[in-house]
């Protein structure tokens, strides 16, 4: 087994682009309903993760409230609390899981840090409960 195995893919998840504005990146995670969402360049790759929290503190300082100075300012101009970690598709299943308990999500790279898709702590929870429940019935 390895980490595709978990993998949403790019297709299937919601994400930001680098230059989208703060009123773009509030509005796509009102959308999607998810708390924090992968940022990528327009080549693709990967390069950041941006969460309510950050919108939140945007808000206050760069935007004072204002949703319309809200789309004068980049996301990119917004600092993150925290940025997942990526994984790449060879990444051991185990070290895998000890990432996902740090993130809501891991971010899953190919080689040149191309977004390929995610890896959520559900479907890795999920996982172990259908193999926990598998095993009891045995």
């Not at 929290?53 to 980049?74: F, Q, R, V, Y």
């Amino acid at each position: 087994m390895n980490v595709l195995f978990f993998l949403t893919p790019k297709a299937n998840c919601a994400y930001l682009e680098d230059d989208f504005t703060v009123r773009q990146a509030l509005e796509r995670m009102e959308h999607s309903g998810y708390a924090a969402l992968p940022i990528l360049r327009s080549d693709g790759t990967y390069c950041g993760t941006l969460g309510e929290g950050d919108l939140l503190w945007a808000m206050k300082n760069l935007c004072d409230m204002d949703i319309k100075k809200a789309e004068t300012h980049s996301i990119m101009d917004i600092s993150h609390r925290r940025d997942n970690a990526p994984v790449t598709a060879d990444t051991r299943v185990e070290d895998l899981f000890s990432v996902a308990m740090e993130q809501n999500f891991v971010p899953v790279v190919d080689d040149r840090m191309t977004f390929i898709g995610i890896v959520t702590r559900r479907a890795i929870l999920q996982y172990c409960i259908d193999r926990y429940l598998v095993g009891e019935k045995v």
